[in-house]
Nanobody, 126 residues
Framework: QVQLVESGGGLVQAGGSLRLSCAAS????????MGWFRQAPGKEREFVAA????????LYADSVKGRFAISRDNAKITMTLQMNLLKSADTAVYYC???????????????????WGQGTQVTVIS
């Protein structure tokens, strides 16, 4: 059974950093691209970053480019999101998700992902 479990969220001051982790199980991790999304209260879930199955390709939302870094360790079956220079606008629940297919292309929309974690809250105070 596919499981994705996020951790690392919390409360941080603006300008600070957090590192989110996503632990995967129940599938062959190295054959799927993965992504991070976030959802703030009253807003739709939005794309944050994604990474190809081998980790050799990444894509970021413009709002986080240059501040966030996505990575993965296929041996440890984990994905991380390093978040630096956090802003109050980054406050949201962050979700990791698995591509719906094993194709190489990075997916950008929620309906292109089939399994999701339970989410971890990130709150940035200014």
């Amino acid at each position: 059974q596919v499981q994705l479990v996020e951790s690392g969220g919390g409360l941080v001051q603006a300008g600070g950093s957090l590192r989110l982790s996503c632990a995967a199980s129940g599938f062959t991790f190295s054959t799927y691209g993965m992504g991070w999304f976030r959802q703030a209260p009253g807003k739709e879930r939005e794309f944050v970053a994604a990474i190809t199955r081998r980790g050799d390709g990444t894509l970021y939302a413009d709002s986080v480019k240059g501040r966030f870094a996505i990575s993965r360790d296929n041996a440890k079956i984990t994905m991380t999101l390093q978040m630096n220079l956090l802003k109050s606008a980054d406050t949201a629940v962050y979700y990791c998700a698995r591509h719906r297919d094993t194709w190489e292309a990075i997916r950008l929309t929620p309906d292109e992902y089939d399994y999701w974690g339970q989410g971890t809250q990130v709150t940035v105070i200014s």
